[in-house]
């Protein structure tokens, strides 16, 4: 009699979870499965990135789903915020049997699920012709994971705000110096919704000064103290005009990395720390005090330890005249150059530091004299890229990030930048004259 006993155990037992997965179903259907998301995410009006952006929902909101695109890749829900809409399932803390085991619903079926924590259901809403919120999210205090980009501002004012809103950027960028008070930089991006960048250099010539190091530790630390959501601990410090000639080193500039770093992380453990991006170069030929080629000096950083004392690794990008995902071809002198390509900075400074750490652009660009005069003899190599190159290699440049695995943060550089000479800062901008924005637009689809 044993063996009947175990096939009805086992029977019995197969039943139960039959009946447990249904349970799971039934429930998941008639009342929503709840989760939060793992990262900044597109809230779209149907199934696809082809659909409408309604938002961009924020690592940690909350939402409750109720059903599933037939795929279990795109799935449907409401945010705490009530708003609606379809978002990658791969954004969202579920299991792909989670997914799964939501109902399929057509893209015309009304939502009549509450919102996480509401008590009574909203009205039936059309996700197709839902409008896009007029005002913006509050900041996102939760820690900093997948996947953002964003722009580097030089004020924050109401068109560079609305364009960047509109180009689904969550990340702003601001460069202070000399101990400026990050307070009012802070306090500004995160009433606009917007997670904030602050890229803070120092004197030039007090960089061999120790006492000086630990005063720009400490303004660093009061930084993240008052919000800051990531620090670029100083600019481009290979090169002479940010680091003091005669006595550029990675090995110095990482000890100045420790030191802020420990500075910062006392003060807010959850601000994310980034190296000072090196400028690309390939005319130093090596790592001297008076220079040093990013690749050398990141190898530097590297063999003294820097990895211990940064989050992401901060990179600079903006010398290419071919689309991003171009590995050859570029037509001027060494062409073959890592620094030409998008790829060769990333492939170089992934293994600089044996994909130990992630990689966060602080400066992504493309420089394009439409609309202004020739460009200088020191930039006259992009003198053929337009605007549309620009708009479309921006584009392009965040999607191969965002797909790389290898990419945390792209901060477009710039947004609304309208000095146009020697240095043309303006050509970079994506906020063109006469303030339309070619790169939003494309970024925004």
Partial sequence: MQPLKTVRTCFLLALTFILLSVTISVYAQDQG?????????????????????????????????????????????????????????????????????????????????????????????????????????PANAAPVRGFSYGGHVADMGANAVAQMQRAGMT?????????????????????NGFRILLGMVGHVDQVMNDGYIDSYAGWLASAAAAGADAIEVWNEPNIDREWQAGQISPVRYT?????????????????????????????????????????????????????????????????????????????????????????????????????????????????????????????????NVTVAQQAAWLDSAVSLAANSGRVRLLIIWNVDFTNYGDDPMAGYAIIRPGGGCPACDALGN
């Fill in 33 to 137: 499965l709840d989760t939060t998301t793992n990262a900044d995410a597109s809230l779209r009006s149907g199934p696809g990135v082809e659909w409408r952006r309604i938002t961009i929902v924020r690592t940690g909101t909350a939402m409750r789903l109720d059903g599933q695109a037939f795929t279990g890749s795109w799935v449907r829900g409401i945010t705490s915020a009530g708003e609606i809409g379809w978002v990658l399932s791969s954004n969202l803390n579920i299991t792909p049997e989670q997914a799964a085991a939501l109902r399929p619903v057509l893209i015309e079926e009304p939502f009549t699920l509450p919102p996480p924590g509401a008590v009574n259901p909203p009205a039936a809403v059309d996700p197709i012709a839902a409008p896009p919120a007029n005002n913006p999210p």
């Fill in 171 to 191: 990340w702003v960028k601001r460069q202070i110096r000399n101990f400026e008070d990050p307070t009012g930089a802070i306090n500004q991006a995160h009433a």
């Fill in 255 to 383: 000890e100045v990395l420790r030191r802020s770093y420990n500075a910062i992380k006392a003060a807010n453990p959850g601000t994310m720390v980034i190296s000072g991006a090196p400028a690309p170069t390939g005319y130093l030929g090596g790592c001297s005090g008076n220079g040093c080629d990013d690749n050398h000096f990141i190898a530097g950083m590297a063999a003294a330890g820097a990895a211990n004392y940064l989050d992401c690794v901060g990179i600079h990008y903006n010398e290419g005249i071919l689309p991003p995902s171009a590995t050859s071809g570029d037509t001027r002198g060494n062409s073959t150059h890592y620094t030409r390509y998008f790829w060769g900075m990333i492939n170089t400074y992934t293994a600089a530091f044996g994909r130990s750490r992630p990689l966060c652009f602080t400066e992504l660009g493309y420089v394009s004299p439409e609309g202004f005069p020739p460009l200088s003899g020191g930039f006259a190599w992009a003198q």
